[in-house]
């Protein structure tokens, strides 16, 4: 199982990044996928799901209203799409799959986030 995600980058507060992860070595379609996060001295922190068909989705609190999880099921892809940037936000984004007992992590991608 390999995961891929890019987008990140340096972006002004206010700003957006779409970002993406290619999932491969798995079937893409059956599963639940995640976005996950992680700031400097914190723990890693889920941001937002969605149902392996796409049609549920579910978020944190601070994140609602201003990111959109979404899947290309054809494409083997996921995206999160983050509006309305906030310093807070600045983390290691990292896509998750989790595959019966076991989780599958990629190696992230960093957003900052500057004020």
């Known amino acids: 199982v390999q995961l891929v995600e890019s987008g990140g980058g340096l972006v002004q507060a206010g700003g957006s990044l779409r970002l993406s992860c290619v999932a491969s070595?798995?079937?893409?379609?059956?599963?639940?996928m995640g976005w996950y996060r992680q700031a400097p001295g914190k723990q890693r922190e889920l941001v937002a799901s969605?149902?392996?068909?796409?049609?549920?989705?579910t978020y944190i609190e601070p994140t609602k209203g201003r990111f959109t999880i979404s899947r290309d099921n054809a494409k083997n892809t996921m995206y999160l799409q983050m509006n309305s940037l906030k310093p807070e936000d600045t983390a290691e984004y990292y896509c998750?799959?989790?595959?019966?007992?076991?989780?599958?992590w990629g190696k992230g991608t960093l957003v900052t986030v500057s004020s």
């Open positions: 998750n799959a989790k595959i019966g007992t076991l989780n599958y």
């Open positions: 070595g798995i079937t893409f379609s059956r599963y639940t």
């Open positions: 969605i149902s392996s068909g796409g049609d549920f989705t």
